[in-house]
Structure formats: C-alpha cells, structure tokens
C-alpha cells in the first residue's frame, strides 16, 4: 500500500488544527487504498499549538516535528521534506486556507503519472486590490527577468512526488524561496483550479514585510539580472556624461565661460551619488548573501520527534 504524507507547518496555529483535522481526515478516510501519514511541523508556536498536536498524537498517532524555535514557512517545509516518509506528499496550510477537498483529484492525477500536481487559485480571496496587482506585478518581473517560470497565484498548495521530495531535499540554500524551487526542479507537472477561501481562525502570519522580504529573496535567489541592470545603468549615464563634456568643451571654445550652471552641478553630483550608493547596495544584497550561504549552517534544528 503507498503512503501519502500531508505536511502541515503550523505556527500559532491552537485555533484552526481542530477544524483543520477533522476536515482534512474526513476526506482522507475515503481514500482507502491509501495509508496516510500526518506530519505536523510546530516552528516554534507560542501558543498552545503543540499541546495540541501531542493531544491529536495520543489519539490518532499522527507524527510531530517540535523545531527548536520559529524558522518561518519557508524553512519548516524543508524540515517537514526531510522527515516525510509517503511515497508522495501533500503540503497543507493549518488554516483550510487549502481545502482538503481536492486531495481526491491530486491524488488521481498522481495516480496518472504526474510528479508535482499543483494547485491553483482561481481568485485570491479578500486580499486588497493593490495586494493583488503588486503580487501580479512581482510575477511577470520574475519571470521576465530570471530563467525559471514562476507561476502566479499558486502556492505550496501541492501533491509532490517521491521523486520531487528527493530532489526539493538537496536544496539547502539559506535564503529560501521554495515556490521557485518547485519550477526549478522540473518534473510532470498538473495544473488543479481551486477557490482559496479565508482562514477558519487565528490571523495570518506573513506580514507585508514578511512578504516583501521573500519577494526580494524570490528575485536575488534566481537571478543576478539587478546586478546587470547597474552595469547598464552605469553605461547609459557615462555615455550621457561623455556626450554633455564634449558639448560644453566646444560651447566653451565658441562663446567663452561665464560661471554658470552651479545648481546643475550640485544636481548631477547629487543624482550620480544617489545611483552609486544604489548600485553599490545591490551589489551589497549579493554579497550578503553569499556570505551567509558560504556559512552552511543548518537550516533548523529539532527540539523532539515524535513519531
Ligand atoms: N507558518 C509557519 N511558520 C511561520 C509562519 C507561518 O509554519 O513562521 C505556517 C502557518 O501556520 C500556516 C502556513 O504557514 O499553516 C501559512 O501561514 P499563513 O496562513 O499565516 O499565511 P497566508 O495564508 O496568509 O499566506
Ligand atoms: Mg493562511
């Protein structure tokens, strides 16, 4: 019989894991050629979350990772990767944000032959209209400008492969983005539509800043295109320069030089000083980055195991 493993990283997640297992069981049960492990990744839940998930131990023998603190989404999948134990994986929110619903059809078109059968939201919810085309906008520029194809409006929502799990595994980068990661490691992938709905309980965890800052770690993990951007921005302005110092030369030659131009000067010093430090700290993101990848430390760390 395979085993299917359904993840669920929690983070103050007391609320919604109730609801959330009843739901997601009620399905499950249904599917009974199937043997189905639950892996529950607390990442470091102030409230009474892993209680709770040593209770739904007790009663039903799901399987909990405690991580020693809170390492945020990104690097609490990674963990829930390396203790998953299914001959396939399914990646769930605690908050039946992603309703268990569809797991039947991921399941048959894993059944199909695909590897990576993800999940798409048809509409995004109650989110803000600016959040949606900023979120829209952030897509086509990555797409537009790194190599891989970042879909829009699909999450981690998703049923992996062994295969996938194996590969997702291997990527150990500190900075992490694992939607990009998802494109980047290729394999048969599913398109399945679905409704996103809004949260059973609790408040959502990703802040804007949070979010923003993935945004920018989506863009500098997959490509260096900012870096050729300066160089090209370097080139246009000294081009511009050169052309103006040669205009100025033969003005000066036809008609003399009364001092003139001052508040222009202190205008081109100050605009050329603005894109220097720009530059200068795009190269610095970088840098910072490599800095801490060449450090490999763990991603996380595990307070106890049960399984
Ligand atoms: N989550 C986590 N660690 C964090 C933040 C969130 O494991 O530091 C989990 C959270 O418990 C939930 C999922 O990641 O299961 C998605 O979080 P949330 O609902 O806050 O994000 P949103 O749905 O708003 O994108
Ligand atoms: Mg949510």
Not at 31 to 39: A, D, G, R, S
Not at 79 to 91: H, L, R, V
Request: charge should be neutral; include cysteine.
């Amino acid at each position: 019989m395979k085993t299917v493993t359904i993840l669920v990283p929690c983070y103050n997640e007391e609320q919604s894991l109730p609801m959330f297992y009843e739901a997601t069981t009620a399905v499950t049960s249904q599917l009974t050629n199937y043997q189905w492990e639950f892996l529950f990744v607390n990442d470091g839940s102030k409230d009474k979350t892993l209680e709770m998930l040593m209770n739904l131990r007790r009663q039903h023998g799901v399987n909990v990772l405690n991580l020693s603190r809170n390492y945020g989404k990104e690097n609490a999948m990674l963990a829930g990767f390396d203790y998953a134990k299914g001959d396939a994986m399914i990646i769930m929110d605690a908050d039946l944000q992603d309703p268990p619903t569809i797991i039947p059809m991921m399941i048959e078109r894993w059944e199909q032959g695909f590897e990576d059968v993800y999940a798409q939201r048809k509409d995004r919810g109650k989110e803000s209209w600016l959040r949606k085309q900023l979120s829209l906008a952030y897509y086509r520029m990555l797409n537009r400008v790194a190599d891989i194809n970042v879909l829009p409006n699909v999450g981690d929502f998703r049923l992996l492969d062994r295969k996938c799990i194996d590969a997702l595994k291997q990527l150990r980068e500190a900075n992490r983005y694992t939607k990009g990661m998802f494109c980047y490691i290729g394999f048969k992938k599913s398109c399945i539509e679905f409704d996103r709905g809004d949260r059973v309980a609790g408040h959502s965890n990703m802040s804007f800043r949070i979010l923003l800052r993935l945004a920018i770690d989506g863009l500098m993990s997959y490509t260096t295109a900012p870096l050729r951007m300066a160089v090209w921005f370097g080139l246009i302005v000294a081009l511009g320069a050169f052309v103006y110092m040669l205009f100025i030369f033969i003005r000066t030659l036809l008609f003399g030089d009364p001092v003139a131009g001052f508040p222009a000067l202190m205008d081109v010093i100050l605009f050329l000083g603005g894109v220097q430090l720009l530059c200068i700290g795009i190269v610095g993101q970088y840098l910072g980055q490599v800095y801490i990848e060449t450090k490999h430390r763990p991603i996380y760390f595990v307070e106890s195991y049960n399984e």
